[in-house]
């Protein structure tokens, strides 16, 4: 339930505050006061689109808050917190704002939240009717939805189960047709893939092989040069091996070493040294030690040995370059094109099931969208008479609601049926299409006498009529005002109305004052009460608020009211 109302300069409004609480709210003004934008407001707190075009003129952004009375440990709440908001207790605060340039910024119980989480949490917080509504029971969709939400849980989840495997079997047949439509280009591909994977595993590359191979092509193309490096060196070393008597580097370490020791006795600085000279000329023995393992490791056929190395090089590099990554890729390659190539293998199998599971599918939607058809046929008659009594009771004595459901030759995701709500207007005439058999004042009687009856079954906290009044006037719209604050027993109730039949019903009436005064004209919010309301009525009834008839007529409405109130067949606030 909305609590308050607050708007700041949004269109012709510069600051309202309305209360609004539990029971029926009529609000009421002159011609362009702004009660629109009220309902502009509330649609800006329920997700609408944001129109920069209704911000106050001369004003850099307007303003909307509302202040929301809900279920602490309710589905809402969950979702208030799941966006990163939080509630006061039972309070929950949404607002809106819209800047003049067109930028929007929605805060959900104090966190800034994206327009969208508005729009899903405003489904469960109020149900708005304006004329565009009466409109769009015209259309077969809409009625179909009226009906499914009269038929409540039982066609709720016969509905689901149906659309699930509705979603499933046309997945599936989809996919089914792609496989045979592309049948040939898959399996082009498929014997495509089994050349390129032959090829990589006949050339069998390893990780990191082609640089391992530019390596060991070098060493084998320098052959000669490395083995004569080495020897050279080896001989400076140490020339024990080859008998040459001239001195090597060990020899030369040795007598250094020798001169050292003689004279160690007499200097204390110098056996370290000599110590040292020992050591390097271990060093440089196992050096030459190692070049002699190398010239003996070096191979005396590597002419033969780079041929073959040249000759993978070669095999590699003609397979690295069908590969933008190189031979890493087409290492890559050998483990998707492996998974691509059994799929594209499985194909056969993989389109028998489908047309297994298509058919079993297609079976059990034929079965679950006539269980869908039993529940809505049962509803159907039993919303065409509950309305029927509803337009009764709203001055339409003679009309009977008829809800026709025919069979649409190919089921769809909503089912089977073609729901079209009629409208027979008297005894004997035939039902006709709402589109075509009723006034624009007849339409509005049926929209609310359809939320009076669903509203039994899909209870909604909150309804907001804009004009529901149009095209209706004298007893009919009484009956509009009666059955308005029927509805208001269950609900909150807000209807914006240019009728005092209906107004005189409420038990909070509100009205839009324009002041033209300055150079923009600025509208205000006002709670009606007394001498004040009957007033308002009065303008309503006759455009003069200080008439005597028309005075004593608004006073006679309200007492009606009241009266009506007493009896028990409308709300008392």
Partial sequence: MIEELVIRDLGVIKEATLPLGPGFTAITGETGAGKTMVVTALGLLLGERADPGTVRAGQAQSWVEGRWLIAPDGAVAQRVRDAGGDLDGPELLLSRSVSAEGRSRAVVGGRSAPAGVLGDLG??????????????????????????????TDLTEALSAFQHVYHRWHANQAELDLLIAEQDRRAREAEDLRLRIAEIELAAPQRGEDDELTSRAERLGNLEELRLAAASSRELLSAEESGDESPDVVALLESARRQLERAAEHDPTLPPLAEALA?????????????SSYLAGLDADGARELEVVQDRRAELSVLSRKFVGGLDEAIDFLDTGSSRLLELDSDSDRIDALRADTVADRDLVQRLAEAVTGIRTAAAAALGAAVTTELAALAMPDARLVVEIDRLDEVSVTGLDLVRIMLQPHAGAEPRALARGASGGELSRVMLAIEVVINATDPVPTFVFDEVDAGVGGAAAIEIGRRLARLAETAQ??????LAQVAAFAGNHLSVVKDSHGSVTASSVRQLTGDDRAAEMARLLSGLPDSASGLEHARELIELAHSTSSNGEAPAR
């Fill in 123 to 152: 489904g469960d917080l109020v149900v708005v009717h304006g004329q565009s509504d009466q409109v769009r029971l015209r259309s077969t969709a809409a009625q179909r939805d009226a009906l499914d939400r009269f038929a409540g």
């Fill in 279 to 291: 050591n390097a000329g271990f060093l440089v023995a196992d050096i030459a030690a190692q070049l």
């Fill in 493 to 498: 109730v807000i209807v914006v109305t240019h």
